[in-house]
């Protein structure tokens, strides 16, 4: 249905997609700059850090730029400085304690904060609101907009009150069309828009295929002697295989809280393994056991994050747009970060933005010339050989190999190894593959999907258009279950695919229960045929992730 006609048109100097940590620095940046400047932030969450979640230890390079009187700003959540550190190396009943002097420089936590990413970016739009910058939660970025000669014009927010054939309902409200000089993308990993503009302007042609990974969280309040405010605890090992990339963290925050979770690369191979059953595996650990006993689980959320780093880096900038933050991939994977580095991004970009502007240059290009003059680009460079070594040679001797590169050359090898395969060409067929059984969860420790949404708070309005999106609705059936055993019923966090079969375990019918889905957008990523497409539904929908 063609609504075009309808939509009502705003003008702005520069509309920025995302209130994440990217698009907010870029919009406080740029009224740094020029209060004159005109800005609008679209945001699809209900509200300012709803479907944000992060870890979150934060290092707080990028904000001492942007703020640099932050300690001093009501509100600000950063009040947990990380007083201790522990790494391990977890086998099924024990562990290895790697002593913090043999980590490399890079996985250090001195002077960084436990903190909520959630409430990072709650406090950073009052702020930027506090500056003039209009900010609309609830408003879903759904389509890119062109202007006759295929630059970037702006973004469409999406028709509200369809049903789920496309056809109006009594609360339909048409999309709204916002045009820029210049539009900023800062949806994070993954970001559908983002998608889109990589494949129409051959961004990342010179680039390696992106590389990915499911990060599963969990928030529990424990008992006084259970907790260690201040304390950062990293693991690798079990209870995956040494040729899966997997790790831990575990983050004692302020309140008796712990910030629990667990990272599985998306490239790993076995069709069986599911990250969400890995994580509760995880959490029986006789270390994470003890410190979780007489403790409640408070909170469960998941997201993708992006790991290919440098060599996996899109071009940055089109004809009238950026892509910024973790929407292009500037994560630093073996810190296990990436909010500073997003936020540095969206600081580049107003910087890149205000001299377009007032010089009237033709296209963004210095863009990419100050990113790469940047410490953002250094620190991505030294962490350019991390994943690669890990996905190469395994997690024990990877991890080996990534000391000597950190610790003795500081990221300086005369070499970069590549990244050879998107995540979704890596799986094996099921035939090929052992079956893993995982046991039934206690309800105590471990915990099933259903249960786990429920605390997501995730919500959709009903009847509205499926934003799962199959580009052809047989191949689940036909195709992936009988090569792949159907793998979205595992690697989906909350249980939006199932196969369901009939009482003699025939006639399968693939179902998605769309209503489930907390953005994390694995499937976009893993599907081995590439057959799902994550689209926005209607803004406001999704999880509402109080304090992730």
Same mark, same amino acid.
């Given at each position: !249905?063609d609504?075009?006609?309808q939509?009502e048109s705003?003008e702005?100097?520069?509309?920025?997609?995302?209130a994440?940590?990217?698009g907010?620095?870029t919009a406080?940046k740029?009224?740094q700059?020029?209060s004159?400047?005109?800005?609008?932030?679209v945001?699809k969450?209900?509200?300012?850090?709803?479907?944000?979640l992060s870890?979150?230890v934060?290092?707080?390079?990028?904000?001492?730029?942007l703020?640099?009187?932050w300690?001093?700003?009501?509100?600000c959540?950063?009040k #947990?400085?990380?007083?201790k550190?522990?790494?391990?190396f977890?086998?099924?009943?024990?562990h290895?304690?790697?002593?913090?002097f043999?980590?490399?420089?890079v996985?250090h936590?001195?002077?960084n904060?436990?903190a909520?990413?959630?409430n990072?970016?709650r406090w950073?739009?009052?702020?930027a609101?506090?500056?003039g910058i209009?900010?609309y939660?609830?408003?879903? *970025?759904s389509?890119?907009l062109y202007d006759?000669?295929?630059?970037?014009?702006?973004?469409?927010t999406?028709d509200?009150?369809l049903?789920?054939?496309g056809?109006?309902?009594?609360?339909y409200?048409p999309g709204?069309e916002?045009?820029a000089k210049?539009t900023?993308f800062?949806?994070?990993?993954?970001?559908?828009?983002?998608?889109q503009l990589?494949?129409k302007?051959?961004?990342?042609?010179d680039s390696?295929?992106q590389?990915?990974g499911?990060g599963?969280?969990?928030?529990w309040?424990v008992?006084?002697?259970?907790?260690d405010?201040?304390?950062?605890?990293?693991s690798?090992g079990w209870?995956?295989d040494?040729?899966?990339?997997?790790?831990?963290f575990v983050?004692?925050?302020?309140n008796?809280?712990?910030?629990l979770?667990?990272?599985v690369?998306?490239d790993?191979k076995n069709?069986?393994?599911?990250?969400f059953e890995?994580?509760?595996?995880? &959490? #029986?650990?006789?270390?994470?056991?003890?410190?979780?006993?007489?403790g409640?689980?408070i909170?469960?959320?998941?997201r993708?994050?992006i790991e290919g780093?440098?060599?996996?880096?899109p071009k940055?900038y089109?004809?009238g747009a950026l892509l910024?933050?973790?929407?292009?991939?500037?994560?630093?994977?073996?810190?296990i970060?990436?909010?500073?580095t997003?936020?540095?991004?969206? !600081?580049?970009a *107003?910087?890149?933005?205000?001299?377009?502007?007032s010089?009237?240059?033709?296209?963004l290009s210095n863009y990419?010339?100050?990113?790469?003059?940047s410490?953002?680009?250094?620190e991505? &460079?030294?962490?350019r050989n991390v994943k690669?070594?890990i996905?190469r040679?395994g997690?024990?001797?990877?991890?080996i190999?990534?000391?000597?590169d950190?610790h003795?050359f500081?990221?300086?090898?005369?070499f970069?190894?590549?990244?050879?395969?998107?995540?979704h060409?890596?799986?094996n067929k099921?035939k090929d593959?052992?079956?893993?059984?995982?046991p039934?969860?206690?309800?105590?420790?471990t915990?099933?999907r *259903?249960s786990?949404?429920?605390?997501?708070?995730t919500?959709h309005?009903?009847n509205?258009?499926v934003h799962?999106?199959l580009k052809?609705s047989?191949?689940?059936?036909?195709?992936t279950?009988g090569?792949?055993?159907?793998p979205?019923?595992?690697?989906?966090p909350?249980g939006v695919y199932e196969?369901h079969?009939?009482?003699e375990d025939s006639?399968?019918k693939?179902?998605?229960n769309?209503q489930?889905?907390?953005?994390c957008? #694995?499937c976009?990523?893993?599907?081995?045929?590439?057959n799902?497409?994550?689209v #926005?539904?209607?803004?406001?929908?999704g999880?509402?992730y109080?304090?992730?």
């Amino acid at each position: !249905m063609d609504t075009n006609s309808q939509r009502e048109s705003m003008e702005y100097d520069v509309v920025v997609v995302g209130a994440g940590p990217s698009g907010l620095s870029t919009a406080i940046k740029l009224k740094q700059l020029n209060s004159e400047i005109n800005v609008c932030i679209v945001e699809k969450a209900s509200e300012v850090g709803g479907h944000i979640l992060s870890g979150n230890v934060f290092e707080t390079k990028a904000l001492d730029e942007l703020l640099p009187d932050w300690r001093e700003i009501d509100g600000c959540p950063l009040k #947990t400085k990380v007083t201790k550190e522990k790494f391990l190396f977890l086998f099924e009943k024990s562990h290895i304690t790697i002593p913090s002097f043999l980590l490399p420089p890079v996985q250090h936590n001195k002077g960084n904060y436990i903190a909520s990413l959630a409430n990072m970016c709650r406090w950073l739009g009052q702020i930027a609101e506090g500056l003039g910058i209009e900010i609309y939660p609830g408003f879903a *970025a759904s389509e890119v907009l062109y202007d006759e000669e295929g630059k970037v014009r702006g973004v469409a927010t999406n028709d509200m009150g369809l049903d789920i054939n496309g056809n109006k309902k009594e609360s339909y409200e048409p999309g709204i069309e916002l045009h820029a000089k210049v539009t900023v993308f800062a949806e994070g990993c993954r970001g559908h828009l983002g998608k889109q503009l990589i494949n129409k302007f051959e961004l990342a042609k010179d680039s390696d295929p992106q590389q990915y990974g499911i990060g599963l969280k969990e928030i529990w309040e424990v008992p006084e002697d259970n907790h260690d405010e201040g304390l950062v605890f990293h693991s690798a090992g079990w209870p995956v295989d040494n040729n899966t990339y997997a790790g831990s963290f575990v983050y004692h925050a302020e309140n008796r809280q712990i910030y629990l979770g667990y990272v599985v690369g998306l490239d790993y191979k076995n069709p069986y393994l599911s990250p969400f059953e890995e994580f509760q595996r995880f &959490k #029986t650990h006789p270390s994470i056991k003890k410190m979780l006993q007489g403790g409640k689980r408070i909170s469960y959320g998941a997201r993708a994050l992006i790991e290919g780093g440098l060599q996996s880096l899109p071009k940055m900038y089109m004809p009238g747009a950026l892509l910024i933050g973790c929407d292009a991939g500037t994560l630093n994977m073996p810190k296990i970060k990436g909010t500073h580095t997003a936020m540095k991004s969206g !600081m580049i970009a *107003a910087e890149t933005i205000i001299e377009h502007l007032s010089d009237k240059k033709e296209d963004l290009s210095n863009y990419e010339i100050k990113f790469k003059k940047s410490w953002v680009y250094s620190e991505l &460079k030294s962490a350019r050989n991390v994943k690669p070594f890990i996905t190469r040679f395994g997690m024990m001797l990877g991890i080996i190999l990534t000391g000597i590169d950190q610790h003795i050359f500081r990221g300086k090898l005369p070499f970069t190894l590549k990244h050879k395969h998107a995540d979704h060409e890596t799986l094996n067929k099921a035939k090929d593959s052992k079956k893993i059984e995982y046991p039934k969860p206690d309800g105590i420790l471990t915990f099933d999907r *259903a249960s786990s949404v429920f605390m997501t708070g995730t919500y959709h309005a009903e009847n509205q258009p499926v934003h799962l999106q199959l580009k052809d609705s047989s191949l689940p059936i036909t195709y992936t279950l009988g090569e792949y055993d159907e793998p979205s019923q595992r690697y989906c966090p909350v249980g939006v695919y199932e196969v369901h079969k009939d009482s003699e375990d025939s006639n399968p019918k693939f179902v998605i229960n769309s209503q489930n889905c907390i953005h994390c957008k #694995t499937c976009d990523i893993k599907e081995p045929s590439q057959n799902i497409n994550w689209v #926005t539904p209607e803004g406001g929908g999704g999880p509402k992730y109080a304090n992730m």
